[in-house]
């Protein structure tokens, strides 16, 4: 019976993802020097990993010694889907305006903005996808929305929603001039995000951070999440 160890916990997911090792048959101890091994939350942190030298550690996101869950290909689309579902719940607690009949925009069209681009579609909002490659561009036509391409959000905009899914700096000062004035811009990309943050606040753009959703939303979920990848890696890698 494979034991583990769990240090940090103030991020509740890592309560739920301990509960989801557990019930497959694992079991927690508090001592780390004798745990099969170590779970780590998700943004890892170097001083986590102190006294973990010689131990099996999964930790998620970060260039550490030790396995990523993070990269499990179930994780991250499971996790966009969550992604997504927060972000449309971060949208409608922010505007007194309906997704339904709403101008959507969303750049990037990766995991998140593919699983966001089809819940948003669902509740009836009009939308139009921003990206790089003709096959984003195809599978999002595909998909039902309209595309553009980036010199064209310099091009004044109807949107009423934005959700930028970019991990890097899109919307610049031409950009933002853009936008609508009553436009909501969520940033959902990793840091530094996809905005410059001091254009869009001297423009006074409502500019709303949209990371680490699941964190927010939907930590149950999430945290159970955590404990399958972890839980695939060791019956798929480690068994």
């Known amino acids: 019976m494979r034991t583990f160890s769990v240090p940090f916990k103030e991020d509740n997911r890592m309560i739920y993802a301990q509960e989801y090792l557990e019930d497959k048959g694992f079991v927690i101890t508090q001592d780390t020097e004798n745990a099969d091994f170590v779970l780590l939350p998700i ?6 990993f102190e006294g973990l030298e010689d131990k099996i550690v999964f930790y ?6 030790g396995i990523d869950y993070n990269k499990n290909p179930s994780f991250l689309l499971s996790n966009a889907y969550l992604t997504a579902e927060g972000a449309v719940a971060l949208c409608e ?13 969303i750049t990037g069209y990766g995991r998140i903005a593919k699983a966001l ?3 948003l579609q669902a509740m009836g909002a009009r939308v139009t996808v921003c990206s790089r490659s003709l096959q984003s561009k195809i599978e999002a036509e595909y998909n039902g929305a309209r595309h553009i391409e980036f010199e064209e ?26 936008l609508k004035k009553d436009a909501l811009l969520f940033d959902l990309a990793s840091f530094p995000g996809g905005v410059d943050t001091l254009a869009a606040d001297a423009k006074k753009i409502k500019l709303i951070n949209g990371r680490a959703l699941p964190s927010r ?13 972890v839980y695939e890696i060791i019956r798929e890698d480690l068994s």
């Open 93 to 105: 607690e922010s505007s007194d305006r309906a997704v339904f009949g709403s101008n959507v925009l």
């Open 43 to 48: 943004p890892a942190k170097k001083y986590m």
């Open 153 to 178: 959000l310099k091009k004044p905009s109807d949107s009423d929603f934005i959700f930028n899914t970019v991990p890097h700096i899109v919307f610049t000062d031409k950009e933002l001039s853009a």
């Open 60 to 65: 998620g996101a970060g260039n550490f010694d």
């Open 217 to 229: 939303y939907s930590q149950k979920t999430a945290g159970y999440l955590i404990g399958k990848a």
């Open 117 to 119: 681009h089809r819940n």
